[in-house]
């Protein structure tokens, strides 16, 4: 068992015929994906590495069961990409792009909530399930290997990196999902969390966490309310981040008085969830909860 894709995903690329569409196409296709359909405005009869590319999500769903998509278009046109592929049906969209107007992100979860469709994103890596060899977003195939572990990361580039130490330290993964590094993203911490509670492959949780927001908060609630009982480790960056200053992501910028690192920490702590002060840290103790 994983969470949000397995072996019944079938993915629908918008935008494959770009040189990121193609190239992500790719990676996915050899890691094990089931692409079974690319989207482009006006397309005839086009394909990209055999599979075909339609004019409509619709059609996709129609002539090749898509129910999955991800959107690699630019960030002034993913509003429309994923408003179409909610509307057509697709009940998990993954939003790679980066800058994606908030107003177009918040129309986005608001359509989809009505719709049932879950959003992962915007500016997010995407999904990886080692144990099912399936990947929707463009996180390197090399770095990640099946096991237990569950990954929750506001940060791409932590997802790659915890992947690559926690493979090369024998340690596997179940699912890994980069939640986004925006301020407002369609699933958060806490739901990927309370996903990983009902999964029976995940043992234990790795939150890769920043400066800025209440995400870790949320999920912090979550355990001291008993709603969330698997162990959780937690690595957070931006211990030196300047006030008011924002740190790469829009999501990730620290007010003053507010939403400060050193009080994510604290109510982490108060929650009991293992907070790592170091990478090789966070590795010691979920190599404790995997091997119970």
């Given at each position: 068992m994983t969470i949000l894709i397995g072996k019944d995903t079938k993915v629908v690329i918008q935008g494959m015929t770009g040189t990121a569409g193609k190239a992500h196409t790719r990676t996915m296709l050899d890691f094990g994906t089931n692409i079974v359909a690319g989207t482009k405005p006006n397309a005839s009869n086009e394909s990209v590495y055999d599979i075909p590319v339609f004019s409509t999500v619709k059609e996709a769903i129609e002539k090749r069961g898509a129910n999955t998509s991800i959107v690699l278009v630019p960030a002034q046109f993913a509003k429309n990409a994923a408003l179409e592929a909610i509307n057509a049906g697709i009940k998990?969209?993954?939003?790679?792009?980066?800058?994606?107007?908030?107003?177009?992100?918040?129309?986005i979860i608001e359509n989809a909530r009505k719709k049932g469709c879950t959003i992962i994103g915007p500016n997010t890596a995407g999904v990886i399930a080692p144990n099912v060899k399936c990947k929707v977003g463009f996180v390197p195939n090399r770095y990640y290997t099946p096991g237990s572990i569950g990954i929750a990361s506001r940060s791409g580039t932590l997802l790659y990196e915890f992947g690559n130490r926690l493979t090369s330290e024998g340690l596997g993964q179940s699912t890994c999902v980069g939640v986004g590094g925006d301020s407002i993203v369609g699933t958060r911490m806490a739901d990927v969390v309370k996903l990983f509670e009902e999964d029976f492959e995940t043992k234990a949780t790795l939150l890769i966490g920043e400066v800025g927001g209440t995400q870790e908060e949320e999920v912090a609630e979550l355990v001291a309310k008993g709603i969330v009982r698997k162990p959780i480790v937690a690595y957070l960056v931006g211990k030196s981040a300047p006030k008011d200053k924002r740190m790469g992501h829009a999501g990730a910028i620290m007010l003053q008085g507010k939403e400060t690192i050193e009080s994510k920490i604290r109510i982490l702590k108060n929650a009991n969830i293992e907070v790592a002060d170091t990478m090789q840290d966070a590795l010691k103790f979920l190599r404790k909860y995997v091997n119970q």
């Open positions: 998990l969209v993954v939003i790679a792009p980066e800058h994606v107007p908030i107003q177009d992100t918040m129309e």
